[in-house]
């Protein structure tokens, strides 16, 4: 999957939008704060989350408050050095003013550690909640194909995270500084009105032009976001693909395709520096005009004697503290672009999650009966999305412990079929009765090699299954793999084995769980494909005496001998089920050209073929012939046959008579007309 940033649309400061974003806040925050669904989260914890932001609350009015009183306490600080002249009052107040400065540290230390405290429990919470979301009902695989979420591992790793932390300092930034200019403002009118009704003026222009900043900044920090999600993909791909890389000395070409996405990376980052400029100098700007400006009108008070020096001090580092709180207001603004960002992906990363995750209405699909075989009822497969027929009417069943192998040109359908056995594609119509998939074991072509263990990797996926050393080496001896102890320090050590094996011995190693698993039931997707025919003959014959069901796909003449049965997908999502050794037969035979249908027939096997079917000739009029049997009088395929037969069409044959299928329960042949 391609692995990129949605590119959403910017954000405009429109009602709407606002609303939008709203409902993304509340659908992610809600099943942590205020859960409705039962089970979703115990009782105890939401209390105990609502008692910590409480808390957290209760520490940032006590902030503010203690704030405020050294505002005062500063006033009385100067008017006692200008005017009262009094050492012992100086003293008890510069007493007074560090225990409220010692105070104010402990809270601002105290506040911060609860705010994170809460961040982290949330972070976590919402973690397990948006994983187990992801790894339910296969939604991790159905997300690829079925919406057009991009990347959701970086969404599960790098965007929760931020998400929960801030929201936190947002929230308690926002109510400390609304607290805090709410009580500064006061002091100011306290003082001086004019002063303080220039000052929210002053105070409401300059949001609004912050707010104006800002936006332009959030649609910036997005597509540099995009892009280092873009530079980050491309370096994960020349990990991954490291080995292939250093056969075709790709160098060059991928550190064209890196530095392109550098450059990329460094475009939006430059863009964003200038921008950043613009905002840096407004906030410095809107700072020093506040700073500034007490002086400017209340200096000529203080001159005319209409106030005292400490007011005016007062007034100053009330409107020098009320410009810092706003400036941090729109700092955190600022950085709310990127919150509002990841809210916006995680809430449809969540919703698209829970849309894959619930069954399909309005939409035929493949009915799935669990029994302790394998059969299709007429089943018509198709893509997910409902784009393509896989195969049309399959019908089949498979007895206990034979085996099937699946055949047909690449892109026909063969994994597919799988994948419908396995339950990952449903689209469609008809029955499918299937053992349960705890019973079934998938081999796929590129063995799944789990992190872990050599133990971990040969219990897999029932990992806490108990087995001996010696139990586990002998199933490495019975796959040829018994050399790998000597490689590895026993059964506990983590390796990473994709890099260390090769890819005939993971298929080796993956086919050893299947005798530690003994699964009722076995499928395999060219699972056997990079192995010689010696030891793909050892696994199949070991795969046999399990008695295990199974099914393969391949392409390989030599998996011919380890099934009795054929299933070929053929083209307009057509299908023959024959023998083995009909299948051969067929193939030796004939070898129909579909343009002309010109039709070339082995010499040596033509003179048995005519003799053969001379005898059938001689048979047809008494008997009727089956569907085999008018295949090689005729030469049509058995699938034609067999759909000429459903749809009662005739046949005429190499004797020179036509042929029509009795459908009775009683005949069910071909009988000469
Ligand atoms: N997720 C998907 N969504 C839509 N179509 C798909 C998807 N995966 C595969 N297909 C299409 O379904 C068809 C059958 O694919 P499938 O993988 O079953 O072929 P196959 O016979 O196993 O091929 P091969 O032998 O090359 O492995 C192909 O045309 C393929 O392009």
């Not at 203690?66 to 008017?79: A, E, I, P, Q």
């Not at 609304?178 to 006061?186: M, P, Q, R, S």
């Not at 040596?604 to 085999?628: F, M, T, V, Y």
Request: aromatic share 10%; glycine share 4%; charged share 20%.
């Amino acid at each position: 999957m391609q692995a990129q940033v949605s590119r959403n649309k910017p954000l405009t400061n429109t009602y709407s939008d606002f609303t939008k974003f709203w409902e993304n806040v509340t659908a992610i925050a809600g099943s942590y704060w205020y859960p409705t669904k039962p089970g979703e989260r115990a009782f105890s914890e939401v209390i105990r989350a609502w008692g910590m932001l409480i808390l957290l609350i209760l520490l940032i009015i006590a902030l503010v408050g203690v704030n405020v009183s050294t505002n005062f306490l500063y006033r009385y600080l100067v008017d006692i050095i200008i005017t009262g002249k009094d050492i012992s009052k100086f003293f008890d107040t510069v007493l007074i003013y560090s225990i409220a400065l010692i105070v104010v540290t402990v809270l601002v230390g105290f506040s911060k550690f609860v705010r994170k405290q809460i961040a982290l429990d949330w972070y976590q919470w919402l973690n397990s909640h948006i994983l187990s979301k992801y790894l339910r009902e296969r939604a991790y695989y159905k997300i690829n194909f079925k919406s057009d979420i991009d990347n959701p591992d970086q969404r599960l790793s790098q965007e929760i995270e931020p998400i929960t932390s801030n929201a936190l300092t947002f929230s308690a930034t926002f109510l400390e500084k609304i607290l805090e200019i709410t009580a500064f403002i006061i002091i100011i009118w306290s003082i001086s009105q004019e002063v303080a009704i220039i000052l929210f003026i002053y105070t409401v222009i300059g949001n609004a032009i912050a707010v104006y900043l800002t936006q332009e900044l959030n649609k910036i920090n997005q597509e540099e976001l995009q892009s280092k999600a873009d530079y980050n993909y491309c370096l994960t791909h020349v990990r991954t693909h490291a080995e292939s890389i250093a056969f075709f000395r790709g160098e060059k070409p991928e550190s064209n395709i890196i530095g392109k996405r550098f450059n990329h990376l460094i475009k939006n980052t430059k863009r964003k520096i200038n921008w950043e400029i613009n905002q840096d100098i407004f906030n410095r700007g809107y700072q020093a005009v506040i700073e500034i400006f007490p002086f400017l009108i209340l200096g000529p008070l203080y001159f005319r004697n209409e106030l005292g020096f400490g007011e005016i001090s007062q007034a100053s580092l009330a409107a020098y503290l009320f410009a810092n709180s706003l400036a941090d207001l729109i700092n955190e603004f600022g950085s709310s672009g990127r919150f509002s960002i990841y809210v916006e992906r995680l809430s449809e990363f969540s919703s698209a999650l829970e849309q894959v995750a619930k069954q399909p209405e309005n939409v035929s699909t493949i009915k799935t009966i669990e029994e302790n075989h394998l059969s299709f009822e007429n089943v018509t497969l198709q893509t997910p999305n409902y784009e393509q027929v896989i195969v049309k009417d399959l019908s089949l069943s498979i007895q206990p412990g034979e085996g099937l192998l699946i055949v047909g040109p690449s892109g026909r359908g063969k994994s597919s079929l799988l994948r419908a056995i396995a339950g990952l594609w449903y689209a469609g119509t008809g029955r499918l009765i299937r053992p349960p998939l705890e019973e079934v074991l998938f081999l796929p072509q590129r063995p799944y090699i789990i992190l872990g263990t050599l133990r971990e990797q040969l219990l897999y996926p029932n990992t806490n299954r108990q087995m001996t050393d010696a139990q586990l080496k002998e199933v490495l001896q019975q796959v040829n793999l018994q050399n790998i102890l000597n490689r590895v320090d026993g059964f506990d050590t983590e390796v990473p084995w994709e890099n260390i094996l090769s890819l005939g011995e993971q298929q080796r190693l993956a086919f050893a769980r299947l005798l530690v698993t003994h699964p009722s039931f076995t499928i395999l997707d060219e699972a056997t494909s990079a192995l010689d025919l010696t030891n793909e003959g050892n696994l199949y014959q070991q795969l046999q005496e399990t008695k295990t069901t199974f099914i393969s796909v391949g392409h390989r003449e030599s998996l011919f001998d380890y099934h009795q049965w054929v299933l070929e997908l053929t083209e307009d999502s057509s299908w023959q089920l024959v023998t083995v050794q009909n299948y051969r037969n067929q193939r030796t035979i004939t070898h129909i050209s579909p343009e002309n249908n010109h039709i070339t027939v082995d010499k040596i096997i033509n003179n048995e073929l005519q003799s053969q079917s001379e005898r059938l000739i001689q048979k047809a009029p008494d008997e009727g012939l089956s569907h085999k049997q008018m295949s090689e009088l005729s030469f049509y395929a058995i699938k034609t046959i067999r759909s000429k037969a459903s749809k009662g069409e005739t046949i005429a044959a190499r004797d020179g008579f036509t042929y029509r299928y009795d459908k009775d329960p009683h005949v069910l042949k071909w009988i000469r007309i």
